[in-house]
């Protein structure tokens, strides 16, 4: 199967989500009217431009959402729904918390931590081989790789999106 022209759509559509997420307009959060096009005439007229901070965000944010993008659909295309979306939104929060903590200096309490830990690990021993297989030997070893790549997307979005939010206008 070619999923590239899936992955490209799917990939420039996230370029597009990125402005709507960050949002210029009254510092919103929520959807605004002020969004990038990178292929048409840039920031849509009428709104202004988010300050340098704020573009800087955006210019993580975009690779950050194409990267989930990316990843998301080789997942879905590679496994079944019923093992790689656990996989993706299973492990997503904990690896979330780790970006957070390094990046944005946000700390949890330890027993959020170790629910987290607790949750994933689940979610982990789910997804293991059938008994007597090496993890090398894993019958879908390429479709958990590529939604362990969701996950670190979705983490690495969700920081990427936070700075983004508290930084804005």
């Not at 988010?50 to 955006?58: C, D, M, S, Y």
Request: net charge positive.
């Amino acid at each position: 199967k070619n999923f590239f022209p899936v992955a490209k759509t799917a990939a420039l559509a996230g370029l597009t989500i990125v402005g709507l997420t960050i949002g210029w307009n009254g510092g919103s959060a929520a959807f605004t009217t002020s969004w990038w096009n990178p292929w048409g005439n840039g920031w849509t007229p009428g709104n202004a431009q988010p300050g340098l901070g704020a573009t800087g965000a955006l210019a993580l944010a975009m690779p950050a959402h194409y990267f989930y993008q990316i990843c998301l659909v080789k997942a879905m295309g590679r496994g079944d729904l019923s093992l790689v979306f656990p996989v993706m939104r299973g492990t997503a929060p904990l690896l979330t918390a780790v970006a957070a903590l390094i990046l944005l200096r946000e700390e949890l309490v330890p027993l959020a931590w170790f629910g987290l830990i607790v949750a994933t690990g689940a979610v982990i021993f789910f997804a293991l081989p059938p008994k007597g297989l090496a993890l090398r030997e894993h019958p879908n070893r390429a479709a958990l790789a590529w939604a362990m790549g969701t996950a670190i997307g979705i983490s690495l979005y969700n920081v990427t999106d936070a700075r983004g939010v508290r930084i804005a206008p």
